[in-house]
Each structure stands twice: as structure tokens, then as C-alpha cells.
């Protein structure tokens, strides 16, 4: 009963799943984190197969990443599983940018490593967090491979004329300036999970898949492939998310370093963490906004209307891309949960062929379901998305090919 490590390593903290190789029942989940701090926190959680769960957390200073996986393995080694039972034989990592080069999962060898850090200067605040997981992950399990797979490179298949910005060809060259897309595992996952789910085969449908949690993307699936995305060059382009602003005119950036005199890195800073659903209702997260917008708040009602305007702009501009639409999959925190973002970003879509049923639309369920109407030409699904499992899949696929 083997078992593969995933690991999702950020700069000060990383997260891991062990999932069990054959059944893909996840066995333990945890999180390091306050890495480099006084006080560092791991957090381990063993899931036995009936589902209970049993949870220790300690508090301790965690150097750094390495020691940050010794803390794990001594988590394990107290709680479970065992390794012994469930050998790791291997670890697959999430590695956020890719760029034009990985356009698969691959194993991390010293040239993939430098090739990763090498694209820091396109993702500066997440490839040299991911690599410094990777680094210490190969010090902890040294005899096993381990496998980068990339958020980006699920729209390697993007055509030029949708990865491509309009401007001068040689700058943008130089300075690896173009659309990569970002959520790719999790449209991956979500994608496939649909066509499963409808029994159909994923190359014979055309989806618009919304990973609606913190960030925010939509893609466009061509039978299985990723046509169009909304995020960019980093993930800020595209939908309106807790924290980021999404489409923006890029003049704005412009005048306020004119005009507010804004540093560069107080522009970044604005446009990543201070705007999207905080900046415009002073709450990023969405379960706030929507509370206080039935409280009558009227800058969270306002956060609402432009969240929902911008979606709805992209399914539209989805289906004319996509030309003929079999299904529209919600997934994610918002999309998993709030059904009042659902319906709001498909009302009125009925000459889309969209219909969606009140009821089915509010049913809770932790499940893959549908909340269109048997009528609707197009199904409207909720399909719960799983990074982790498909980080798993894929790095047994590429140690098994
Ligand atoms: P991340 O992008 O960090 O992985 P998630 O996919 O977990 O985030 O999504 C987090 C978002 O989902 C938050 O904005 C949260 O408010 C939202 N969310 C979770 N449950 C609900 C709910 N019942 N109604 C509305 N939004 C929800």
C-alpha cells in the first residue's frame, strides 16, 4: 500500500497531503507554517478510512524548510500512518509558474531545478518558495522522485492569438511577456471530473470551467484542452477576487504612479492585496461580503454587482470562443458554495440555452452534481475541486510512464 507525498511550499509555510497510491484515499493532511519565526506551527491531521480524524499541533521554532519536513516526519512517526506500511515512493510538488517550457509534470532533476528558479523573475513571490520546498523535500525522502507540476501548464495548448499581449513583439519576446494561465491543475481535475460525471468523454465536449475560491480564473475547454483563460502573465489578470483587482485599464497603474505618486511596489501591492472584493467593500472574503450585503451594506452590494458583472463578461466571451457549449462547471470555495453567485452569474442566460434549477441550485452537498434543469442545453455543474489528488495522479503517471 504505497502512498505519494504532495507538497504546496510557500515561502514562510507548506502544506502536504499523503495520498494512498491505489485507492487515492487521502491518509494525512497538514501544514507547517511561521517558518523562520520565533514560534513556528505544525499542524498534522492522520484521516482513518472511515473518515475520523485525529489532529495534533505543536508549536516550536522551524528554522527553516528542512527543518520544517523533519517536524512532519516526526508527526507521522507519532500520529501515522506508517511509512512502513505506506512507503512514500513519490513526492509531487506544485510549482506555480512553468512558463513556455513545462507543459507537463516532470521529474525534478538539478537542470529541471535550475530551469524552475530560472523563471523566478516571471513569478518572484512563488518559484523560489515552491523550490525551496522542493529542496528540502529531496533531503527528507532522498531514494524517491519527485515530480513538478506546473499551475500553468494545463494552457500550454492556449493558441498564440489567446496567449498573446499586443504589444511591441520583440520587448514581449525578450522579457517572456504573454499569457500563461494560472488553476491549471484545478481545471484539469475539474474538467475531467465533469465529463466523468455527465458520461461523456472529455474529448467530445466543450466546457467553461469557473474556479471561483481567493483567486479567481476561468478557462475555456475544447475537448480536454485549455483554449482560453482569464489569468495572464501572473494571476492578477481576469476575474475579480478577494484581493485582486483582475482586468484593470493598464493606465490606471500609470496615474496613480503620476498623479498618487505611488511606488512600483506600492502599485503591486495595491493591486494584489488591497483591491478586488477588499477594496471595494473592506471585506476579502466572500462569505462577508454576501452577509453584509443582506445586512443592506452598500459598498459589499456594489463588490457584489462588479464580482458578478465581470463573470458573467467572461462566460459570455467564453461561449463565443468556444463557439458550442456543453457545460458550465462551478468549483471552488465561492464556487463550491454559494449558490446566490451562482445563479447570479447565469440569470438570465436562457438564449444561452442556460437554465438553472432553483432548488437543485441551493442543496448542499459535498458531491459532483448538477443544478440545471433536465431541460437546459447546456449542463450547469458543481463539481468540488481536488489539486492535491490531481498533483498525485499526475506525478504516478510520469514515475509510472
Ligand atoms: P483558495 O483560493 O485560498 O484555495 P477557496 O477555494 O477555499 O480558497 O475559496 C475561499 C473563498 O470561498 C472565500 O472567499 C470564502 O468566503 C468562499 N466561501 C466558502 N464558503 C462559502 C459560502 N458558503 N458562501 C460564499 N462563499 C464561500
Redesign the pocket.
Known amino acids: 500500500m504505497a502512498s505519494v507525498l504532495v507538497v504546496n511550499s510557500g515561502s514562510s509555510s507548506f502544506k502536504y497531503q499523503l495520498i494512498d497510491s491505489e485507492s487515492e484515499r487521502m491518509l494525512a493532511t497538514g501544514l507547517v507554517e511561521r517558518i523562520g519565526e520565533a514560534q513556528g506551527r505544525a499542524v498534522h491531521t492522520v484521516v482513518a478510512s472511515d473518515g475520523a480524524e485525529e489532529k495534533s499541533e505543536r508549536e516550536l521554532p522551524i528554522a527553516d524548510h528542512t527543518a520544517g519536513f523533519a517536524v512532519m516526519l516526526d508527526a507521522i512517526a507519532d500520529l501515522g500512518p506508517s511509512l512502513e506500511t505506506h512507503p512514500v515512493i513519490a513526492v509531487g510538488h506544485r510549482v506555480v509558474q512553468g512558463g513556455a517550457r513545462f507543459f507537463e509534470p516532470t521529474v525534478i532533476t538539478d537542470l529541471v531545478r535550475i530551469n524552475i528558479d530560472e523563471l523566478s523573475s516571471l513569478a518572484p513571490l512563488h518559484n523560489p518558495a515552491n523550490l525551496e520546498g522542493i529542496v528540502a523535500a529531496q533531503k527528507a525522502f532522498p531514494g524517491v522522485p519527485h515530480v513538478a507540476v506546473f499551475d500553468t501548464a494545463f494552457h500550454q495548448t492556449l493558441p498564440p492569438a489567446a496567449y498573446t499581449y499586443a504589444i511591441d513583439a520583440e520587448l514581449a519576446a525578450k522579457h517572456r511577456v504573454r499569457r500563461y494561465g494560472f488553476h491549471g491543475t484545478s481545471h484539469r481535475f475539474v474538467s475531467h471530473a465533469a465529463a466523468e460525471f455527465l458520461g461523456r468523454d472529455v474529448g467530445d465536449i466543450n466546457q467553461i470551467v469557473l474556479h ?4 479567481a480564473s476561468a478557462c475555456a475547454v475544447a475537448g480536454g484542452r485549455s483554449v482560453e483563460t482569464s489569468m495572464g502573465m501572473t494571476p492578477l489578470e481576469g476575474l475579480v477576487m ?1 484581493t485582486r483587482s483582475g482586468d484593470i485599464d493598464p493606465a490606471v497603474l500609470l496615474h496613480l504612479q503620476r498623479r498618487a505618486k505611488l511606488s512600483i511596489d506600492e502599485v503591486d501591492d495595491l493591486l494584489n492585496k488591497r483591491s478586488g472584493l477588499l477594496g471595494l467593500s473592506g471585506r ?5 461580503v ?1 452577509d453584509a450585503s443582506l445586512d443592506g451594506d452598500a459598498d459589499a452590494a456594489l463588490a457584489l454587482d462588479v464580482y458578478v458583472h465581470r463573470l458573467r463578461g467572461y462566460v459570455g466571451n467564453y461561449f463565443a470562443q468556444l463557439g458550442r457549449v456543453d457545460a458550465v462547471v462551478f468549483t ?3 464556487g463550491e ?2 449558490p446566490v ?1 451562482r445563479a447570479r452569474a447565469l440569470e438570465g442566460l436562457e438564449s444561452f440555452g442556460i437554465r438553472i434549477d432553483a432548488e437543485r441550485n441551493e442543496a448542499r452537498s459535498r458531491a459532483a452534481r448538477v443544478i440545471s434543469t433536465d431541460d437546459s442545453t447546456v449542463a450547469v455543474l458543481v463539481v468540488p475541486t481536488n489539486e492535491e489528488l490531481e498533483i498525485a495522479r499526475q506525478t504516478l503517471a510520469v514515475t509510472r510512464a
Open positions: 471561483l475560491g481567493n483567486g478577494g476579502g472574503d466572500m462569505r462577508d454576501v471552488a470555495g465561492v458554495n454559494s453567485i
